[in-house]
């Protein structure tokens, strides 16, 4: 059954609300990772509840040099996404509809963990995030929204707005869906070539890499340099790995772990984002210090 899709501030107000209502937030191109999303707000709604599913390609998180202009749009395919994965609707506006008065003179800022890793790579890149998140909670005034695990950084900027400033939703991350090859499902797969595909393996060698050092007893100087030991063998591939970062980093601020074995308890984010030919891809794995299991 095809899912209705509104275009309007005022179509999305005139739909009705039914139970506890949920939002996944994209920017098309959905693929089975958004599929992941849509049916975990299924499960958290249950069938008397109501998913959304928002499709916006935002302008004011892509800078300078950035693919925004080449990001996919696929519509058509991301409606019949939505609705094999449960959506109940999907917000699909145009940039003047969530824009009416162009850009935006006043925008909610990320402060100093939304200037670190990704935001030291992608200056203001958060500050468009967290604006055009603020904007479509309070447009579709969910009960929960769910995000996934894939943009670590992303997903607790998020949290911590909603914290920071007394939004009225529970926000629900989801964990990152793979390729069978351990490749991070994401809209910018598409771009690599079958060569470039095999060097950005190594991403999630990376991470798998120092994950199993944790697991092996080791502290957090051992599974950066687990890591780091993938990265550089990487580098030498053809095509080439060109590294961003790699970092793990405390979850609540993403500041950088102390190297000590004993500086630290609990969980963390190791993170990573490189470049092969003309796409930058990111990953991370979640660890814990201090307790058995390391991994989550």
């Given amino acids: 059954m095809p899912v209705p899709v509104l275009h309007t501030v005022a179509d999305l107000r005139a739909l009705p609300r039914g139970g506890r209502r949920a939002v996944v937030m994209t920017m098309g191109a959905l693929h089975e990772g958004h599929a992941a999303l849509v049916r975990a707000a299924r499960k958290e709604v249950g069938p008397q509840g109501q998913v959304v599913v928002t499709v916006f390609v935002n302008p004011l998180q892509f800078g300078a040099g950035e693919d925004l202009d080449r990001y996919p749009r696929t519509l058509d395919a991301d409606l019949e996404v939505a609705a094999g994965a449960g959506a109940d609707a999907v917000f699909a506006p145009s940039v003047e509809e969530v824009y009416p008065g162009g850009e935006p003179e006043v925008r909610i800022g990320a402060g100093p963990m939304g200037e ?16 055009v998140v603020a904007k479509l909670l309070h447009l579709t005034a969910p009960d929960l929204a769910l995000y996934g695990e894939k943009d670590a950084q992303q997903l607790a900027l998020i949290a911590r707005m909603v914290r920071d400033l007394n939004f009225p939703v529970e926000i629900v991350g989801v964990p990152t869906v793979r390729e069978a090859d351990g490749l991070a499902l994401s809209s910018r797969n598409r771009y690599l070539s079958p060569e470039e595909r095999t060097t950005a393996l190594a991403l999630a060698r990376a991470l798998f890499a120092g994950r199993d050092a944790l697991a092996a007893g080791g502290g ?11 990265l550089a063998a990487a580098a030498a591939a053809e095509p080439p790995l060109e590294t961003d970062y790699l970092a793990l980093v405390d979850p609540s601020d993403f500041t950088e772990v102390p190297d000590g074995s004993d500086a630290h308890e609990g969980e963390t984010v190791l993170a990573v984002a490189a470049r092969v030919g003309t796409t930058r891809l990111i990953d991370n794995v979640r660890l814990r210090f201090g307790r058995p299991g390391g991994a989550r």
């Fill in 220 to 230: 957090p100087r051992e599974v950066r340099a687990a890591a780091e030991e993938v």
């Fill in 116 to 131: 670190r890793l990704e935001g030291a790579f992608r200056p203001g890149h958060f500050d468009g995030v967290l604006t």
